[in-house]
């Protein structure tokens, strides 16, 4: 039984002929952000070992060379882009998962829902721990790592046990569905038996990353967190 998946109709509007371009560049940017994500969340991860391997990935991080750089070309550029125009796909798109409910048809339109979860979540997420908009509380302290995570997480259990998982869950849903459909966009899974095989990889780079996500927020609420000194701590090379 084949399963039908919504049509496209986003209609070249938004750039005209350059709409097949555009919407390459929509997938590789979330290539590119999604990397980034993995990344982060295996990073974060490490705050499991009680803060102290942690502390020195992020030592690392922060001793990189042209460190604006690096954010703005590898996160803050393909993540507003891939935002931006992802949410005019999302608003010009039609969804038929009620006519076709065909598992594909809910995958699609679970993507679509997750987009808009991470963007509220994201908003939280950077605006808290980087700019400190909702209180010094929440802001992230880069040479604290560890004792900051921990205070931004017990400042409310909402925020813990409600704001985290969701936000986790949506983003590596996201991610793992969007390696999917990128396959396929870009011509990697033609066949339904490529397709199925690449669906078990992604299957399972969801459920790592979940785990991931949810070690780290578990861990970060470890009281021994909450007793170390901030300090700096300086890092010989990276």
Request: hydrophobic share 50%.
């Amino acid at each position: 039984m084949s399963t039908a998946i919504a049509s496209d109709y986003t209609a070249p509007l938004l750039g005209g002929r350059h709409h097949f371009l555009l919407r390459r560049l929509h997938s590789l940017t979330g290539l590119v952000f999604g990397g980034y994500l993995i990344v982060h969340l295996l990073v974060n991860a490490t705050i499991v070992q009680l803060g102290t391997v942690y502390q020195v990935q992020v030592d690392k991080i922060h001793s990189l060379p042209i460190l604006w750089g690096v954010e703005w070309l590898l996160i803050y550029i393909p993540n507003h882009f891939h935002t931006f125009y992802g949410i005019y796909i999302v608003f010009t798109g039609q969804p038929n998962v009620d006519r076709y409910p065909y598992p594909k048809n809910w995958f699609y339109t679970m993507q679509r829902v997750s987009a808009f979860v991470i963007v509220a979540f994201l908003f939280f997420h950077v605006f808290a721990l980087k700019v400190g908009l909702f209180g010094p509380s929440l802001k992230f302290d880069e040479h604290a790592a560890s004792f900051s995570v921990h205070q931004h997480m017990m400042v409310s259990g909402f925020i813990r046990w409600f704001v985290y998982p969701i936000g986790i869950l949506a983003s590596c849903y996201h991610l793992a569905n969007g390696f999917w459909t990128a396959a396929i966009t870009w011509g990697l899974t033609i066949s339904k038996c490529g397709q199925r095989r690449f669906g078990y990889v992604c299957a399972v780079l969801f459920v790592f990353t979940f785990l991931c996500g949810m070690i780290a927020l578990v861990a970060s609420t470890n009281p021994d967190l909450g007793t170390q000194k901030p300090q700096a701590v300086k890092v010989q090379g990276i």
